[in-house]
């Protein structure tokens, strides 16, 4: 069945018809287009709002990230940061692949109809031409017949009447004559255009049309095969981003598992913790005695008790909640900021001196390396002269040596001051570096045999252990987490990465997603955990690119 043979006589229907499609296919692509308009509006508001309530650099709250609830709260914004990405992605792929291809055929569509329906109406006139032809021809040949047996009545009527002359009866029956031949000439004329007319008549309804029909069906049929793939596209666009934002959800289900309330109580107490005692009972002052109490607390040293750091009246009991009526400005409620962290509780400074003794250690472990590297580029250059002039080195070894005695007093110092600050001191010491004459550099570090000695090599080659170190020739710093010779520390778990990462900055490492690697320290709370493969490669991952599994 098809629309040349049984809808042969519905022309208006099928132009009504296939208009009515076109009109479906222009209403699917505004439907779609104001979808891809709602879905950058949400995108975009997401965006904003992720933005609105993430911390400002150096903001109070980015300093809080510390706390699991408020780094969860974070991870969450980032993963909604990365859902409405995914949002957006809708809206570009609907717009590309169904707006613009669908519209781009529509148009398409539109010309080729256009085209059927002219062609069709060319055939309806052709036909109506030759029918008036045909009509003409027609009338013609009834109106010469006429004539004609008009004109063979008078003759017969002018034969019989007696007063009629031969003269007149011979020029009525030649007239009579003249007639029929010509009504014999419109009758033949007639009988051809009737013929062309069914003829043309015939080609019209079962060649022409019957195919400019078809035509009509097969674009009717293309252009809903095309709206039928934009419904799928529309649900298929849709499902390509589910997985993506089913681990979005993910994150955001695995942000509010890794709240831990009690790491956050302890991560409190950790920051906030003063070493104060907490006050002792006032003693009776008896004035009637006339005895004036002298202060006692004349010392200089670390400040005893939360009255010292305040500067207020130790005389006066020491309240927990401030009043809120009185306004304290920074001046008067702070002491000055000084280079012993003198003006911060015992705790708090044990903290910032242990910190600071850290990161001179990092520095001071620098500077040894550098100079260590030089002396071993001094030693290429006197045993081969034409790399380059030992004496060129000089300089940048002196630099070094210059900048280590001066690391090295400031971590003497700082040491002090956490000795006098109560100081656990149990941070690990790296042996010496020792130089001779020439400048060059000998590097006498070993491990560390236990807390609180030393495997100290002196420059004569003589090897002893000393329970304390001499501080002139031992320094505090941060230990290195590997030494080459160190045995590997036993993993405490698993993680499967859960997205690709390309390890690019020093100290991480690359990983693809779905790949398993052991666990070996878990997130310290600034969002990397150290992980190591199979063939003993280390290095840090982001926490959240991977699903941890921890040994109970």
Not at 52 to 64: A, I, L, M, T, W
Not at 93 to 115: A, D, P, S, V
Not at 527 to 550: C, F, H, K, Q
Request: charged share 30%; hydrophobic share 30%; proline share 4%.
């Amino acid at each position: 069945m098809d629309w040349g043979t049984d809808l042969w006589d519905q022309y208006d229907v099928i132009e009504k018809h296939t208009q009515s499609g076109l009109d479906l296919m222009e209403k699917y692509v505004k439907f779609v287009k104001e979808r891809t308009e709602i879905e950058m509006n949400y995108a975009k508001q997401l965006r904003n709002l992720t933005k609105k309530y993430s911390p400002k650099r150096g903001s109070k709250e980015e300093q809080e990230c510390r706390f699991t609830n408020h780094q969860s709260f974070f991870d969450i914004l980032n993963e909604m940061n990365d859902y409405a990405g995914q949002r957006e992605l809708v809206a570009e792929n609907m717009m590309m692949n169904i707006c613009i291809e669908l519209t781009k055929y529509l148009q398409e569509l539109k010309q080729e109809r256009k085209m059927h329906l002219s062609e069709a109406k060319k055939a309806q006139q052709s036909l109506e031409s030759t029918y008036k032809q045909l009509d003409s021809s027609k009338k013609r040949f009834e109106r010469e017949w006429r004539e004609a047996e008009k004109a063979a009545q008078y003759a017969e009527k002018t034969d019989q009447d007696i007063n009629a002359t031969k003269a007149d009866v011979e020029k009525a029956k030649q007239q009579a004559h003249v007639r029929s031949h010509v009504a014999e000439e419109c009758k033949n004329d007639y009988a051809a255009q009737l013929q062309k007319y069914n003829k043309e008549q015939s080609q019209f309804y079962f060649s022409d049309m019957p195919l400019i029909f078809n035509k009509l069906q097969d674009l009717d049929e293309r252009r809903i095969q095309k709206l039928a793939c934009g419904y799928v596209l529309f649900a298929d666009i849709e499902k390509h981003v589910v997985p993506i934002i089913g681990k979005c959800l993910d994150g955001i289900s695995r942000a509010g598992v890794s709240v831990k309330e009690r790491n956050d109580s302890m991560a409190v107490i950790e920051q906030h913790k003063s070493g104060f005692d907490r006050p002792s009972d006032l003693e009776f002052e008896d004035y009637s005695q006339g005895i004036n109490r002298a202060s006692s607390d004349t010392s200089l040293g670390t400040p005893k008790g939360p009255l010292d750091l305040l500067g207020k009246n130790k005389s006066k009991p020491f309240w927990l909640f401030s009043k809120k009526s009185k306004i304290f400005t920074p001046e008067k409620t702070t002491p000055p900021v000084t280079e012993d962290f003198a003006h911060l509780p015992p705790e708090q400074r044990r903290k910032r001196l242990q910190q600071k003794i850290d990161e001179l250690g990092k520095e001071l472990q620098k500077e040894m390396d550098q100079s260590e590297g030089l002396g071993k580029m001094k030693d290429v250059y006197e045993k081969n002269p034409q790399m380059g002039d030992p004496a060129c080195l000089s300089p940048q070894i002196n630099q070094t040596a210059q900048n280590i005695e001066r690391l090295r007093g400031e971590l003497n110092k700082y040491e002090s001051w956490l000795a006098e600050a109560g100081g656990r001191g149990d941070t690990l010491r790296y042996s010496t570096h020792s130089f001779d004459n020439n400048g060059a550099h000998e590097p006498y570090r070993s491990r560390n045999r236990s807390r609180n000695s030393v495997y100290v090599s002196s420059p004569d080659g003589a090897h002893s252990d000393e329970g304390t170190p001499d501080t002139s020739q031992a320094i505090y710093a941060e230990f290195d987490d590997d030494f080459e010779d160190e045995e590997l520390a036993a993993p405490i778990g698993h993680c499967t990465a859960l997205y690709n990462f390309p390890g690019s900055s020093e100290g991480t490492i690359s990983m693809q997603e779905g790949e398993v690697l052991a666990v070996v320290e878990e997130d310290k709370g600034d969002g990397w955990t150290r992980v190591r493969r199979a063939n003993g490669d280390e290095g840090y991952i982001p926490t959240s690119y991977a699903s941890m599994t921890l040994n109970k």
